[in-house]
């Protein structure tokens, strides 16, 4: 496997761990006030790091599938949680979660990377 993939496949791994801890911390706090939300987050870090751990060691498309698909859902939940308002939960700092927003676009990014070079077949000219 060449060095660059492997490369980076552990930057995707990184940013979608990264990801599921910044929402691992705040699963106390939102248990607390919003259960379901609370659980959500727990769910949604224990997915992303099974991600991340597959991705550290190997090309797994369902590891790349699963971290798209929480950071996807994650970005989502952000946008409609600071907007419309999301099952009656309408958060009042908008700032809050833009670390994990970053990292949720970085691993979409490396994700849409690899997608990209995976499929162009050998010999392609790049533009």
């Known amino acids: 496997m060449p060095a660059k993939t492997r ?8 940013a979608v761990a990264l990801a599921g801890i910044l929402h691992l911390v705040l699963v106390p706090e939102y248990l607390a006030e919003l259960p379901w939300l609370g659980v959500s987050f727990l769910v ?18 369902a590891a790349w599938a699963v971290g798209g ?5 994650m970005i989502v939940g952000f946008l409609v949680s600071r907007t419309a308002g999301l099952l009656g939960y ?18 979409l990014g490396l994700f ?16």
Not at 49 to 54: D, K, P
Not at 112 to 127: D, M, N
């Open 44 to 61: 949604a870090a224990a997915g992303t790091g099974w991600a991340a751990y597959r991705l550290w060691g190997r090309d797994d498309s």
């Open 7 to 14: 490369t980076i496949r552990r930057a995707a791994a990184v």
């Open 90 to 107: 309408l958060s009042p700092d908008v700032t809050e979660g833009i670390p994990a927003l970053v990292v949720e676009l970085a691993f």
């Open 69 to 73: 698909v929480l950071s996807a859902g």
């Open 112 to 127: 849409a990377y690899r997608t990209v070079t995976a499929t162009r077949p050998v010999g392609a000219r790049r533009f």
